[in-house]
């Protein structure tokens, strides 16, 4: 298994770039994504599995052994995977079979898992059954025809940028905070947020009332940015495409964010530093900065009217330009605006530290209402070429 390792506020394993992510945002995405189906010149199953095995066959090629690739995959949080003959594979617990869900009809939705095994095996892969469906276990069909490894899509090389120090920007907060971040920082990185593949494991990682996984940056860059290309050709409006994606940010920032806030870990740790909401959103930024999200930056603070963070070396805009050529588009970044959203919206809209329930009601009735909302922009893109994201959130 590659080693883990930390760099301008992105963590790596195996030379790729693993972010952590919780069931409701991978759930949410893998929906958006399907929603795709029908699209010209478009597979939406397809993508959804390749992404993944293109990854994989790149670790096999880096030296991975297969039992490495199998442990990886458990400690990573994506569950308990092993293999039953030379065609068949299965997972008795599942982050995508047990943990992520769907709107409306059952399915088989492991179609990450399918594309591991693909990129483990180099043979083609589809989900045969599914706990979705009834079945006991979710399991994997291998079909012996040889995948094609020309379809490697990391095509650039793309350095990393130095990050400033805390406070580097003119008129950025009116006070500042007495969070220490790297305190945080270092209290985040020694929590055991891995899964575990022994005999009475699941590979599962359970904190913060969601369940992680430590996935791959490049695997969701892939997924969302085929897809918004692909709704772009057929004549989808723009801001349409960007809001679906957005939404699965915002989503992500309710329960993860929202759980994070609610952890016995951020009242022992954050809380005891914070006076106010500010300081909150310093804290929770400095969450952020453990998760390999990039490192983000608060360049102003105008509480209840406008806040404004900079991201150096995000994830989407790395990984953006990692994939394609310098875009013309500097609000790509669909991740970071609905991340950042949420992140207000939890503090300014509906006031976490009131410890609401953050269940499905509250979601919808009061922190997905639109009244009372603020708005996102991004004005800066790494995407576009620049040296940073921008992130603006007004009223």
């Keep these: 298994m590659g080693k883990l390792t930390r760099q301008g ?3 790596f394993m195996g030379g790729l770039n693993r972010v952590f992510h919780c069931n409701h945002y991978n759930a949410h995405l893998q929906m958006s994504i399907l929603m795709s189906v029908g699209l010209p010149e478009h597979d939406p199953e397809l993508l959804l599995i390749e992404a993944a095995s293109v990854l994989v066959q790149r670790l096999k090629n880096s030296g991975y052994s297969q039992k490495e690739l199998i442990n990886e995959f458990s400690f990573c949080g994506f569950g308990w995977l092993q293999q039953v003959n030379e065609r068949l594979w299965e997972t008795l617990f599942s982050h995508y079979g047990d943990s992520t869900y769907t709107h409306g009809k059952p399915g088989k939705v492991g179609y990450f898992n ?18 979705q469906l009834g079945d006991s276990v979710d399991q994997y069909q291998v079909d012996l025809t040889q995948v094609d490894t020309s379809t490697e899509y990391l ?15 003119e008129g950025c907060c009116a006070r500042q905070t007495a969070v220490d971040e790297n305190k945080v920082i270092e209290a985040v990185q020694s929590l055991p947020l891995f899964g575990r593949c022994g005999t009475h494991d699941t590979g599962l990682i359970d904190a913060f009332g969601v369940v992680l996984t430590h996935h791959f940056a490049d695997y969701y860059n892939r997924i969302s940015y085929q897809t918004y290309f692909a709704m772009r050709q057929a004549g989808i409006p723009e801001e349409d495409i960007k809001e679906i994606f957005i939404q699965s940010g915002h989503i992500c920032a309710f329960n993860t964010f929202g759980g994070i806030m609610s952890s016995p870990e951020w009242y022992a740790v954050v809380e005891p530093q914070c006076q106010n909401r500010e300081d909150w959103l310093h804290g929770m930024i400095a969450v ?16 209840e009217k406008e806040f404004i963070v900079r991201i150096y070396n995000s994830y989407e805009g790395v990984g953006y330009r990692r994939l394609y050529p310098a875009s013309t588009d500097k609000s790509l970044s669909f991740l970071a605006m609905g991340a950042m959203l949420g992140l207000i919206h939890l503090l300014w809209k509906v006031d976490i530290r009131e410890k609401p329930d953050l269940d499905q009601a509250f979601y919808v009735s009061q922190f997905n209402n639109p009244n009372n909302s603020y708005t996102v922009e991004q004005t800066h893109a790494i995407a ?12």
């Design 114 to 131: 399918a594309g591991y095994i693909q990129g483990i095996t180099g043979y083609v892969t589809e989900q045969s059954k599914a706990k």
């Design 384 to 395: 576009a070429g620049d040296e940073y994201d921008r992130i603006l959130i007004y009223k």
């Design 155 to 169: 095509i650039n090389a793309m350095p990393l940028s130095p990050v400033p120090e805390r406070f580097a920007f």
């Design 288 to 303: 952020i900065n453990a998760l390999g999200w990039g490192m983000y930056r608060i360049e102003k603070i105008v509480a």
């Design 9 to 11: 506020g992105q963590t």
